[in-house]
């Protein structure tokens, strides 16, 4: 029998595409670059530190987790999802944030977000949004210090050693002039004060500035053209589907427009809404994370409306004045409910199951 | 939804886009592969009790000559496919692995591939009994892949009415050409073939569904058509998708509707076959000749010279790689397509009834598949996205892979899939849903019976 060898260890189908997760995984980081740069540029070296200890303990989580189950890290590491865990979260963090920030936050994401519930794919909510949350809870003054821009080609800009003492060692008193507010968060405030916004956005740039996303913000949320132009990367291959992006962002706009139609000097107007706050990084980057959002088309779109709506509804009603974060858990939440009304009808079967009758003369 | 469907020009819901490879053979005129020297024909070739051989071992035959019958209902006769002495009748290897009883035969050298033993019948008058017996003595079987006794096909049952035969010219497998090169040499055989079949099942017409990416199959036909005058066939291109091939998805692209769950074609009046089935008949039954050989698409990236061959039931694997330049080893080579077929358990495996196509992939390619990294399911929803049937291939992967069977069955209703294997092929965490599947099917089939 020489022509009798070890049979091949795959099955039917021999033909399969060339996605896998590592790869996905990988597209995602790169479609983030550009936005992630982007905030480098624009807060300096402080961003690069921040950035580099959130990723570091998201991986540093994962591995002990993984080692404490006995298992090989570095394979599993290599999937990429950690690493974009504690990127997502490194961008929604203040730019300036101290180190341990970072560091608790990343160990939060990968251990308490997602090694407790059985590793990738086991994950009922998104790592990332966990993490954030549990820090702005946590920790509402260090996660509500921003700074204003100071692009590293400014003089004023810290150095890599002034960078790295201000994330070591807390914000030093010598930058404390540079602190400032979110859009979101100054317009929520003077709103709070009975200051209408015609009076209270004239002093933090209009929509238009938005665009450029030089404003204060977290590390990689203001780039919203970057970040969608990111988003747009993987819609073209096809890693996301429009599906959540646009149910979102719509359902943020229609809100938005509705309100600012009738009170402008009360609600802010649809461009704000959309190019501020986590809403675009949300929107392509957060909620289309696939363990924790509906596996089915119609699912996706109402996830991505309710994710749109309670962001709208908790920035303008409710006590923070950015809502991404809380919106999304509060989906991921529903999720599995979704999945469970929203799946497709079975070939032959009606919607609950039942084997469709055989229907008399039902053809021609 | 139909509307849906229409505004998406697609024909069933979900389903996949595999790169269809056919270019190498689609072109090619059928050519035929000469005798091995020895041909090998498994007496069990399908489901139903296997034959009962009825030559001797150093008997002669003559090519075409009846071998081995059968009186269960599920099973068919086999007929020489070579004039020859008969060798052995003992344990051979056959495609998916265990040996099984064969007939062996030593052809006789420069013996000719023309049929020598029929006795052509006049079929005009016949009954539809007399033309179900007339096919279930030619020992035909479904040549798209199944290999279901045709004849046992073609019998309504008693209390069913049938009104449309659907031919299934669609051949959504990628690589595989077989049933393509058929429908554009052998339409008129083929026209033949659907006369019968319709006259056995009391059929009002018949319809052809043939992928549109074969426009030259559909003219073919169309001129067949026309050449007979016949205003109660015809022939219609259906979209490209796989897997438009399953009866399901066919009858769903051609008349809107589905087959109920656990339920034939025949609770809607219809019954399918393939075009390869119905054409081998238009020659066989005049003739009065049994099958004793099949059109086999032999190609792939290893192949030298890729093509359509006439097949000799019965030939070698190792036979018809080397008449077609393939040096290889069998892990490389799959029988049938690259979706659905299986890889070949040995070089020594027969071409037999069922098998469409022989495709030899890269070794390094299988090598590449067999080291892929399986990850985790990470609920992207692709399988989800792709599942002709509507299923929830996330879900009974993970319930498989912690053996939790009973619930794929009952709730999850894994006894719907057909394993098509869209969702193994779209998966980026590399599961082998298709196969968890299979095994799946397999635990609770014994489980039932235990």
């Known amino acids: 029998m020489s022509n009798t060898l070890r049979p091949p260890l795959v099955a039917a189908p021999y033909a399969v595409t060339p996605h896998n997760v590592s790869r996905v995984m990988l597209w995602v980081a790169a479609a983030l670059a550009p936005a992630t740069v982007f905030g480098f540029w624009l807060y300096g070296w402080p961003a690069v530190h921040l950035w580099l200890i959130t990723i570091g303990f998201s991986l540093f989580g994962e591995a002990l987790c993984l080692r404490l189950m006995q298992r090989a890290a570095i394979p599993v590491l290599l999937d990429g999802s950690a690493l974009l865990t504690g990127w997502l979260l490194a961008l929604s963090l203040p730019p300036w944030a101290p180190w341990w920030l970072g560091a608790f936050g990343g160990l939060f994401a990968t251990i308490i977000g997602k090694q407790v519930f059985g590793g990738l794919g086991q994950n009922l909510f998104n790592p990332a949004m966990v993490a954030r949350v549990a820090l702005l809870i946590s920790f509402p003054a260090a996660m509500t210090v921003w700074v204003a821009p100071l692009p590293l080609t400014n003089p004023a800009a810290p150095g890599f050693i002034d960078g790295l003492r201000i994330t070591m060692g807390g914000l030093p008193a010598a930058f404390d002039g540079v602190t400032s507010a979110t859009m979101l968060g100054h317009a929520k405030t003077e709103l709070s004060r009975g200051i209408d916004l015609a009076h209270s956005l004239v002093t933090v740039g209009a929509p238009a500035d938005d665009l450029s996303g030089a404003r204060a913000g977290s590390l990689g949320e203001t780039a919203s053209v970057l970040l969608a132009g990111g988003g747009l990367l993987l819609l073209v291959l096809r890693i996301i589907t429009w599906h959540i992006p646009v149910a979102m962002l719509t359902a943020i706009a229609i809100p938005a427009l509705i309100f600012h139609a009738i009170d402008p000097t009360r609600y802010l107007s649809t461009a704000s809404h959309l190019l501020s706050g986590g809403a675009m990084l949300g929107a392509f980057f957060i909620a289309t994370d696939y363990v924790t959002s509906p596996n089915t088309r119609l699912g996706q779109l109402l996830f991505g409306a309710g994710v749109g709506f309670l962001t709208y509804v908790i920035r303008t009603w409710g006590g923070y004045p950015e809502g991404v974060a809380f919106a999304v858990l509060l989906m991921n939440a529903l999720t599995p409910v979704i999945d469970r009304y929203l799946k497709p009808r079975i070939y032959g079967r009606d919607r609950r199951g039942k084997a ?5 003369e039902s053809t021609s | 939804m139909k509307l849906l469907n229409f505004l998406r020009g697609e024909a069933f819901q979900r389903g996949v886009h595999p790169p269809s490879h056919k270019e190498a053979t689609a072109d090619r005129s059928i050519r035929r592969l000469p005798f091995a020297p020895q041909l090998v024909v ?19 035959v003559v090519r075409g000559q009846l071998i081995a019958q059968s009186d269960d209902w599920l099973s068919v006769p086999h007929h020489a496919p070579a004039t020859g002495v008969i060798e052995a009748i003992e344990l051979r290897p056959s495609a998916r692995g265990p040996w099984v009883e064969s007939i062996v035969i030593r052809v006789q050298s420069g013996s000719t591939q023309e049929d020598l033993w029929g006795k052509p019948q006049d079929l005009s008058n016949a009954t539809p009994q007399e033309l179900l017996q007339a096919i279930w003595d030619s020992g035909m079987v479904g040549l798209g892949g199944a290999a279901f006794p045709t004849h046992a096909k073609l019998t309504v049952p008693k209390q069913a009415h049938v009104h449309t035969l659907v031919v299934n010219g669609c051949e959504c497998e990628p690589f595989l050409t077989c049933d393509h090169r058929v429908m554009v040499e052998e339409a008129d055989a083929l026209m033949a073939g659907i006369r019968y079949g319709m006259r056995a099942t ?4 018949t319809i052809i569904g043939v992928e549109d990416n074969k426009p030259d199959a559909v003219k073919a036909i169309q001129a067949a058509i026309d050449k007979i005058g016949a205003t109660d066939i015809f022939v219609e291109a259906v979209p490209t998708k796989y897997p438009q091939g399953s009866e399901k998805m066919l009858i769903m692209a051609l008349f809107g509707v589905e087959i109920p769950s656990g339920g034939l074609p025949v609770s809607l009046g219809m019954v399918v076959n393939n075009v390869g089935t119905l054409a081998a008949l238009g020659k066989l039954l005049p003739a009065g000749r049994g099958l004793t050989e099949r059109v086999v698409t032999v190609t792939g990236p290893g192949v030298a010279r890729p093509g359509d061959y006439r097949v000799p039931l019965g030939t070698p694997l190792k036979f018809v790689l080397e008449y077609a330049g393939a040096e290889v080893n069998s892990r490389q080579v799959i029988m049938g397509g690259p979706m659905m077929g299986q890889s070949a358990a040995s070089l ?9 196509g022989v495709l ?22 692709e399988c989800v996205e792709s599942c002709p049937m509507g299923l929830n291939p996330s879900i009974l992967g993970m319930l498989a892979s912690r053996r939790d069977y009973e619930p794929m069955g009952s709730h999850y209703h894994l006894g719907d899939c057909f394993e098509c294997g869209c969702c193994t092929y779209v998966c980026p965490s590399n599961i082998q849903l298709a196969q968890q599947f299979r095994i799946a099917k397999q635990v609770l089939r014994e489980r039932a019976t235990a």
Do not use: M, N
């Open chain 1, 356 to 360: 469709l009758e055989i229907a008399e």
């Open chain 2, 202 to 205: 009391s059929a009002v017409r």
């Open chain 2, 348 to 356: 020594d495996v027969p071409i037999t009834k069922g098998v469409s």
């Open chain 2, 42 to 60: 498994p007496l069990s070739q399908h489901i139903g009790k296997s034959p009962k051989p009825i030559v001797r071992v150093g008997q002669e």
């Open chain 2, 360 to 381: 030899v992939l890269r070794g390094e390619d299988i090598a590449e598949r067999e080291q892929r990294v399986v990850y985790p399911c990470i609920k992207c929803g």
